[in-house]
């Protein structure tokens, strides 16, 4: 059975402070791993990462994969209050019709002022 | 990004009675899917399409049926509604296999 785990569930910190958020999966016919950040309603994509130890960076944010250890880690520097969401890791199982992406609980990040 | 659109944006219904939600899309896109999400759970998959009358089922389909007679259309029916079934559902397509999903902003289902 395919399994995702991310960690921490949740996390408070200040403006400023920069931020490790962790995933680790088991996925079967794995073949790459999205994050998304979900605020109010839609999840909005924010990486893909497919080949390992080459990192993906957009402005503060930043992830990495390590698909010998089977995990994968979104750093975010800087914080901001708009950065207060909800980040959600998705390995994607490749078998069968289609891809399938198999969602982490997510973690729950929020920056006070 | 995509042009998804979910109908209703929220609904209460009773236990027992039938529903349907419907996904459009704008993009063309060949992969269309159904998910749920729960407190505790995160998002699990109910069913995808990966093409005009082609279905398949997901993690947590029992309860549910899909339907998919157009490319732009994905719909999801509770045959019978159940308490359990309240949840925040989203719809989201795909261009390619390898490629990544777009959502759509979610319908608020209350089973009653």
């Known amino acids: 059975e395919d399994k995702v785990v991310q960690s921490p569930l949740s996390l408070v910190v200040h403006e400023g402070d920069t931020v490790t958020l962790n995933c680790s999966y088991e996925v079967t016919n794995f073949r790459s791993l999205l994050w998304y950040k979900q605020e109010k309603k839609a999840p909005t994509f924010l990486f893909m990462l497919?080949?390992?130890?080459i990192e993906k960076k957009s402005g503060r944010l930043s992830s990495i994969l390590d698909k010998k250890e089977l995990f994968s880690i979104l750093n975010i520097t800087a914080t901001q209050t708009g950065d207060s969401a909800i980040y959600l890791c998705?390995?994607?199982?490749?078998?069968?019709?289609?891809?399938?992406?198999?969602f982490g609980t997510g973690t729950l990040l929020a920056v006070q002022p | 990004d995509a042009g998804i659109t979910q109908s209703p944006r929220h609904k209460v219904t009773e236990t027992g009675t039938p529903v349907t939600l419907r996904c459009h899309q704008t993009e063309n896109h060949r992969y269309m899917y159904w998910y749920r999400q729960d407190p505790g759970h995160g998002l699990r998959l109910i069913h995808y399409s990966y093409g005009v009358k082609d279905t398949d089922k997901g993690e947590v389909s029992d309860g549910y049926s899909v339907s998919r007679s157009k490319t732009e259309d994905f719909l999801l029916t509770l045959e019978s509604a159940t308490s359990s079934q309240t949840s925040v559902y989203f719809c989201?397509?795909?261009?390619?296999?390898?490629?990544?999903?777009?959502f759509g902003s979610g319908t608020q289902l209350s089973v009653l």
């Open positions: 989201a397509t795909g261009q390619g296999r390898n490629e990544k999903l777009f």
């Open positions: 497919t080949s390992s130890g």
């Open positions: 998705a390995p994607m199982n490749y078998g069968g019709a289609t891809n399938k992406l198999i």
